[in-house]
């Protein structure tokens, strides 16, 4: 009897230390909760967007990481979009690579292929500049990002032009490049949104 009324005390003993801890860890959890304030900040900031659902989808998740900083949501939102074009990219190169289409759905894509180049090389620019915080340049450096940004907006519009609309587009080719495109497209926008925010908020007045 003895040993098992050890056995049990021991017993209590774990499942008080293991409540204890996860009561702890539910407390720590609380500010990637959410409702907590660093959620609210994406949200907010969200709302001010073209496309405020796309954007807290895709930004909630690095909540802890922003911070609540304009500067590292911003720089978030352009490594993001990074992210996603240069994959965008790799996607419609394997497109153009695909057997039976069209001379001009060929070219179009070459021709997207080229946009997507061109946008992540902007994109790759403005993460580099947007980096340091502060400095004599800030100005500077603002409107270089501000100028890089606003063309892979333009290069993800025009990514588009040259298929053709309508039944003619081999199978759902067109849907399929859209869908992607327009991802990038919308992402380039927030990114410029939270470019243009930080940059209104750290200029000097």
């Known amino acids: 009897m003895a040993v098992g009324y050890g056995f049990s005390v021991t017993a209590l003993f774990i499942l008080i230390l293991v409540a204890?801890?996860?009561?702890?860890?539910l407390g720590a959890a609380t500010s990637i909760h959410p409702s907590g304030r660093n959620?609210?900040?994406?949200?907010?900031?969200?709302?001010?967007?073209?496309?405020?659902?796309?954007?807290?989808?895709?930004?909630?998740r690095y909540a802890t990481r922003i911070r609540g900083s304009p500067r590292l949501l911003a720089t978030t939102a352009l490594s993001v979009t990074f992210?996603?074009?240069?994959?965008?990219?790799k996607t419609m190169i394997s497109l153009s690579k695909r057997h039976g289409l069209k001379r001009r759905e060929a070219a179009a894509?070459?021709?997207?292929?080229?946009?997507?180049?061109?946008?992540?090389?902007?994109l790759k620019d403005?993460?580099?500049?947007?980096?340091?915080?502060?400095?004599s340049d800030f100005r500077r450096r603002m409107n270089d990002i501000q100028t890089w940004a606003s063309a892979a907006l333009t290069n993800d519009d025009t990514c588009m032009d040259g298929f053709p609309a309508g039944k003619s587009t081999k199978g759902s080719l067109r849907r399929r490049v859209r869908r992607?495109?327009?991802?990038v497209a919308r992402l380039t926008s927030i990114a410029l949104n939270f470019v243009n925010r930080y940059a209104a908020a750290a200029t000097p007045k």
């Open 180 to 183: 992607r495109v327009v991802k």
């Open 126 to 135: 403005s993460i580099a500049e947007i980096s340091p915080p502060g400095g």
């Open 109 to 122: 894509l070459r021709d997207c292929v080229q946009q997507l180049g061109d946008t992540v090389d902007e």
């Open 20 to 25: 204890i801890n996860l009561k702890l860890s």
């Open 83 to 89: 992210n996603t074009t240069r994959f965008t990219r």
């Open 39 to 60: 959620v609210r900040f994406i949200r907010t900031s969200c709302r001010q967007t073209l496309y405020p659902n796309l954007c807290f989808t895709t930004f909630s």
